[in-house]
């Protein structure tokens, strides 16, 4: 069952809408870590790839933004990805993410290391997938949530569905949730330069 509230898109809610605001609310209040795939979260989802066979993808500058305030903000930001590309790898670092797992065959098991290995809790953890390689390993996370345009079996595992498709600010839209949920969205000195280092 989908119940929309106020922006909140929450599925699998049958308590009543003003308990599950509340719930999701708390949860939004006690993340720490983002966990993002990449193709089709914070890319559209489409590979250009050119004459040497390099694959190109476009990342939103919304997204970043919010990307690297979450970082200077002191989350812990991880993207766990099947894809591979030195321009994904450089993207990310100007962006000060370090923790990037990239050519990921499981999923889960990088999950749970790195879990383990920074001392975080699954509670504390929300995770955007998109497709069936993120299936499993959303089960485990606090918040599972997806892009809008989420295959079905994702969307019925999350939490929370963004009214925004990947690549087009649903990373934006899930990373100012939770950070304005702990009254940390607004930067007093933001730097223009931030995302697009």
Sequence with gaps: M???????????????????????????????????????????????????????RQFNIKDGYALQLAVKKGYNICIISGGKGKA?????????????????????????????????SSDQVLYMGDDIPDLEVMKLAGIAACPADAVPEIKAVSMYVSPYTGGRTAVR????????????????????????K
Aim: hydrophobic share 40%.
């Design 2 to 56: 989908k119940v929309t509230l106020n922006r909140f898109s929450l599925h699998g809610c049958t308590n009543g809408a003003t308990t599950n605001r509340a719930v999701f609310l708390q949860k939004l209040k006690n993340i720490s870590t983002f966990v993002f795939d990449v193709d089709g979260v914070l890319t559209d989802g489409n590979i250009l790839v050119n004459e040497t066979g390099e694959a190109l």
């Design 88 to 120: 994904m790898e450089k993207r990310f670092a100007g962006l000060g993410i370090t923790d990037v797992f990239l050519e990921a065959g499981d999923k889960t098991i990088l999950f749970k290391t790195y879990l383990k290995e920074k001392g975080i």
């Design 173 to 196: 839209d899930i990373i100012e949730k939770v950070l304005r949920a702990q009254e940390q969205w607004f930067d007093r000195r933001p730097d223009a330069a931030d995302s697009g």
